[in-house]
């Protein structure tokens, strides 16, 4: 079943940086020629109040969830918790990751999620699928903002969720 979002149902994105609109999700996510991305919509009267857009990754017989965007008010993602570790539950996934830059801490601690200390290696959380690496791995950016307190990064912004050539 293909997705339609509709533009009226998606909440104003302007205050949010960098801007990404209705056009933004629609091209880069619904209309990708390669990977298959999974939305899930955190609902607020009939509205979408935030979107998560998520992508499987697999490895062997291994496969995990990886939420690469999220469009919305930060808070609002504590409200996906028990629908995530459904997902989890359900098809059988090691881990759900969420590369991010923006969110405070206590609310994604709130939201089930725990942090990474890249420079152990107990909990291995690969950012490399294709091909795979098996390593944990900071990925690092840079930005020039004067507003950094609406200032929000994902996987998916950049070029760290693309195919790799091997």
Partial sequence: MKLKIKRKNISDGTHFIPYKDFNYFQKRFLQHPIFIYQFYGIFS????????????????????????????????????????????????????DFLQYGFKNDILLSAGFRFLDYEKDDIIIPNYFAPFIRK???????????????????????????????
Avoid: M
């Fill in 45 to 96: 009267n009939k509205f979408i109040s935030a979107l998560i857009v998520c992508r499987v990754l697999t490895y062997c017989d291994s496969k995990c969830i990886r939420i690469v965007d999220y469009y919305g008010k930060h808070d609002k993602i504590i409200f996906a918790k028990p629908y995530l570790l459904n997902l989890l539950i359900e098809y059988n996934y090691e881990y759900i």
């Fill in 136 to 166: 944990n791995r900071a990925i690092n950016f840079a930005a020039d903002l004067d507003q950094s307190e609406s200032f929000t990064v994902f996987k998916a912004d950049g070029d760290q969720d693309r195919p790799n050539k091997y």
